[in-house]
């Protein structure tokens, strides 16, 4: 390979895969068949991952990968042909085992908006201070805002 993961070499990060399937399940019918022709030549192409055929009864066929570094995935397999199959196991052997991360990209310009930049309180009306419905109303909010006036003797 190509790439390299290592300082020199490519190290793959798969371990050990192992296919579980069932004898008799209709379901597994593409794992079964996957597994008669296939597999052998998967193993012997790429020695480094320990390859393991397992019998579940009546269950669906699934696949395990164990990485290196501890994690391991499954992959359900009901109902699928070899050439998915394939394509499954391709992509567990080739990936790392670490959580699939988003990569975010901060917007950076050098021309910033002459209207100002956007907030999700942008287009909100302002708080006002209730209005009165009365001036009577008015008057004694205005009493009780303000301090009593101290007499004069």
Known sequence: MSATNGITRYICQLRKLTLHYCRHGGSSQGARTFIEGDLLRLAQQHPEVVWEARVRHNSHPFV????LNGRTRSVG???LPVEQIAEHLNNLRTSSGDKI???KKTTITKRPSLQGTWHPFLNTA????PVSATPAAAAASAAKASPPAAKKQ
Do not use: C, G, T
């Open 64 to 67: 395990v990968a164990e990485f």
């Open 77 to 79: 397999l009901k109902n």
């Open 101 to 103: 991360q988003q990569i």
């Open 126 to 129: 302002p708080a006002s201070p």
